[in-house]
């Protein structure tokens, strides 16, 4: 089955993010049906929480450009944005730290590599099944509860990826 790429990439970023439950704070949360591709907004319609988005930046990041049968490599920059509910009134963005930690955690394994062997730690997620010829993870902003917005906390985590790609087949097949 063909597939786009940049889709694709999306897809297998939410997978990783709700395969196994994920320890944030002490507690164990199923991600299953947490992830989100697409959305900018996540309202008071996502429950339960914590719920996940990978959203594509809207402005792109460089690309070296190519023409029709030349390879290209884009560097797609898109944002993950976490959203979990804050129990503390005195603290209230503690459990964005703590959720925006375990998300970032998870996401290591995308570019994990064994030390001395330089062998990847997790060959099932290594640069998402070879689609990706980089990784880069930006610094997270973390924001509390707002009366006018969220009641929960939440992060934003930008992540900048490396894609090449031939400018006539922009699709990958897959199983």
């Not at 597939?3 to 507690?27: A, I, N, S, Y």
């Not at 730290?97 to 998870?106: G, T």
């Given at each position: 089955?063909?597939?786009?790429k940049?889709?694709?990439?999306?897809?297998?970023?939410c997978?990783?993010?709700?395969?196994?439950?994920?320890?944030?704070?002490?507690?164990?949360?199923?991600?299953?049906?947490?992830?989100?591709?697409?959305?900018?907004?996540?309202?008071?319609?996502i429950?339960?929480?914590?719920?996940?988005?990978?959203?594509?930046?809207?402005?792109?990041?460089?690309?070296?450009?190519?023409?029709?049968?030349?390879?290209?490599?884009?560097?797609?920059?898109?944002?993950?944005?976490?959203?979990?509910?804050?129990?503390?009134?005195?603290?209230?963005?503690?459990?964005?730290?703590?959720?925006?930690?375990?998300?970032?955690?998870?996401?290591?394994?995308?570019?994990?590599?064994?030390?001395?062997s330089?062998?990847?730690?997790?060959?099932?997620?290594?640069?998402?099944?070879d689609?990706?010829?980089?990784?880069?993870?930006?610094?997270?902003?973390?924001?509390?509860?707002?009366?006018?917005?969220?009641?929960c906390?939440?992060?934003?985590?930008?992540?900048?990826?490396?894609?090449?790609?031939?400018?006539?087949?922009?699709?990958?097949?897959?199983?």
């Amino acid at each position: 089955m063909k597939f786009p790429k940049r889709l694709l990439v999306v897809k297998r970023l939410c997978d990783l993010l709700e395969t196994e439950p994920m320890e944030v704070d002490g507690k164990t949360y199923n991600m299953k049906g947490a992830g989100w591709r697409g959305r900018n907004i996540l309202g008071e319609e996502i429950k339960p929480l914590p719920a996940i988005s990978v959203l594509e930046s809207p402005r792109p990041d460089f690309a070296i450009y190519a023409g029709e049968d030349e390879a290209r490599r884009d560097n797609m920059t898109l944002l993950v944005t976490g959203l979990i509910e804050s129990r503390d009134k005195y603290n209230p963005s503690d459990a964005g730290y703590w959720f925006h930690a375990a998300v970032e955690e998870r996401l290591s394994r995308v570019a994990d590599v064994k030390p001395g062997s330089g062998n990847p730690k997790y060959p099932e997620h290594y640069m998402l099944g070879d689609l990706l010829s980089s990784f880069d993870v930006g610094a997270p902003v973390v924001r509390p509860p707002d009366d006018k917005t969220r009641s929960c906390a939440y992060f934003f985590l930008p992540i900048r990826v490396g894609i090449a790609t031939l400018v006539t087949e922009p699709y990958t097949q897959v199983p």
